[in-house]
C-alpha cells in the first residue's frame, strides 16, 4: 500500500476519530510502522496504547520527553520488567486506558499491540466504534514482512492460493510451510524483546486476517486498509 494512497483515502473518508488497530508479528517492522502513522497525523506517543508500555516505563517516559533511548536500554529495560504471570493485569490496564482515551476523544489513537487475532481486538474496535470511532487497521510496511505477508493468507486457504499459484495443493502447502519457516526465522533475528524462535512460530500459526465484521466497524473499503 502507497503511503500517498493511504493519506488520500482517510483525507476522502475525513473520520471524525481514527483507532489506527496495528496488526503485526514480533520482529515485523510494527514500530517503525507507529512511527511513520505518528508523523503522518502529527501525533506523538501519547497517542498510543500498548500492553508492552508497563514493561518499559522509563524508556516510554524518556521518549514522551523528547529523550533519546537505544534500542539496547529499552530491551534490557523490558527484559528485566516483563512478568509473564503479570501479563492479563497488564492486558487489563491496557483497555481501561484505552477506554479513558475514547472517552476523552483522543484523537487518532493506536493500538500498538499484536493483534493477531480477532478475539484479540474485538473489545477495542467495539468500544471505540460504539463511541463515533472510524476503526482502520495497519501493518508494517517492511519489506520482509511485505515479501511474506500473503503466505499468512495462504496458510489459511491452501487450496485457494493453490489455485491461484496454478500449482497442486500438496505443493501449495509445502511452499507456504517452507516461507513461514523462512519468516519465522527472519522476525526471530529481527525481534528488540528476545522473542523465541518456537514462540514467533506460534504468533505465525494464530494469524488470522482482519474479518469482515471490522470492515463493517470501520466503515472501510479501502483494499489494503482493512484487508
Sequence with gaps: MQEKSFANWIENKNPTKLLIVMRAISGSGKTSRVDELLKQYGATLKNVISTDHYWIPNSLSKKINGEIVSKEEEKQEYSNNFNLNALGWAHKKTFEKFQTYVD????????????????????????????????????????????????????????????????????????????????????????????????????????????????????????????
Design 104 to 227: 476523552a476523544g483522543v484523537n487518532p489513537i493506536i493500538l500498538d499491540n499484536m493483534n493477531l487475532k480477532w478475539s484479540e481486538y474485538k473489545e477495542y474496535v467495539e468500544y471505540a466504534t460504539a463511541s463515533g470511532y472510524s476503526a482502520i487497521a495497519q501493518e508494517p510496511t517492511s519489506p520482509w514482512w511485505t515479501e511474506h505477508r500473503k503466505y499468512l493468507t495462504a496458510k489459511l486457504s491452501p487450496k485457494k492460493f493453490a489455485l491461484e499459484s496454478k500449482i497442486k495443493k500438496a505443493d501449495a502447502v509445502k511452499l507456504i510451510d517452507s516461507k513461514l519457516d523462512n519468516f519465522a526465522n527472519i522476525l526471530h533475528a529481527k525481534n528488540q524483546h528476545g522473542v523465541s524462535l518456537d514462540k514467533i512460530k506460534e504468533m505465525i500459526a494464530s494469524w488470522q486476517d482482519v474479518p469482515e465484521t471490522v470492515r463493517t466497524a470501520a466503515n472501510a473499503n479501502y483494499e489494503g486498509i482493512v484487508k
